[in-house]
């Protein structure tokens, strides 16, 4: 979580650098390490989508963040006739919601466009090759199945399905016990 915290920071910021000032960077990084434990949680345990590196967490919903934060904290200072527009570029919180409102436009533009764009993707990949694996390659992980080899080696996965000999204990870890003789 620490490193999705950082990255959560680098990619809010990526977005609005240009046009905010280092206090209001700060308070980017601040909120998006704040957003992606939340965020995270939710996608995992509400939405139930299973998402094992935080990536929509970290990339999604702090790259939305970073784009709603620029119509929010540029402070007009920055992005005199950048990109053909004539004059600075100030967010809702320095007087022009114009900027906050083009921003929620793109953003909402984008979750729709690359939501379906991966709905239908995944809808295709499933239909011609399956996205799910057999249950018991998914109760012993994929690293063997697919790489050959442990994923953690020395632990030992104690399962949640039970009609496989598992525990409802998933994820806790325990030593491997090896004797020697």
């Given at each position: 979580?620490?490193?999705?915290?950082?990255?959560?920071?680098?990619?809010?910021?990526?977005?609005p650098?240009?046009?905010?000032?280092?206090?209001?960077?700060?308070?980017?990084?601040?909120?998006?390490?704040?957003?992606?434990?939340?965020?995270?949680?939710?996608?995992?345990?509400?939405?139930?989508?299973?998402?094992?590196?935080?990536?929509?967490?970290?990339?999604?919903?702090?790259?939305?963040?970073g784009?709603?934060?620029?119509?929010?904290?540029?402070?007009?200072?920055?992005?005199?006739?950048?990109?053909?527009?004539?004059?600075?570029?100030?967010?809702?919180?320095?007087?022009?919601?114009?900027?906050?409102?083009?921003?929620?436009?793109?953003?909402?533009?984008?979750?729709?466009?690359?939501g379906?764009?991966?709905?239908?993707?995944?809808?295709?990949?499933?239909?011609?090759?399956?996205?799910?694996?057999?249950?018991?390659?998914?109760?012993?992980?994929?690293?063997?199945?697919?790489?050959?080899?442990?994923?953690?080696?020395?632990?030992?996965?104690?399962?949640?399905?039970?009609?496989?000999?598992?525990?409802?204990?998933?994820?806790?870890?325990?030593?491997?016990?090896?004797?020697?003789?």
């Amino acid at each position: 979580m620490m490193c999705n915290g950082m990255l959560a920071g680098l990619v809010a910021i990526t977005a609005p650098c240009a046009f905010v000032n280092a206090p209001a960077a700060c308070l980017i990084g601040i909120v998006a390490g704040i957003l992606v434990i939340e965020a995270a949680l939710f996608i995992e345990r509400k939405m139930k989508i299973d998402d094992p590196v935080g990536a929509i967490a970290v990339h999604g919903v702090n790259g939305a963040w970073g784009c709603l934060a620029l119509g929010l904290l540029a402070d007009g200072t920055y992005g005199d006739g950048w990109n053909g527009v004539p004059g600075t570029v100030r967010g809702l919180f320095y007087g022009d919601a114009s900027q906050f409102l083009a921003q929620v436009i793109g953003v909402s533009t984008n979750f729709i466009a690359i939501g379906l764009l991966a709905f239908v993707t995944f809808k295709i990949n499933d239909l011609v090759f399956g996205l799910r694996v057999k249950p018991a390659i998914e109760a012993e992980g994929l690293d063997m199945d697919e790489m050959g080899v442990p994923g953690y080696v020395g632990v030992v996965d104690n399962l949640a399905m039970p009609e496989l000999g598992g525990h409802a204990t998933m994820g806790v870890k325990k030593p491997l016990i090896v004797e020697s003789h």
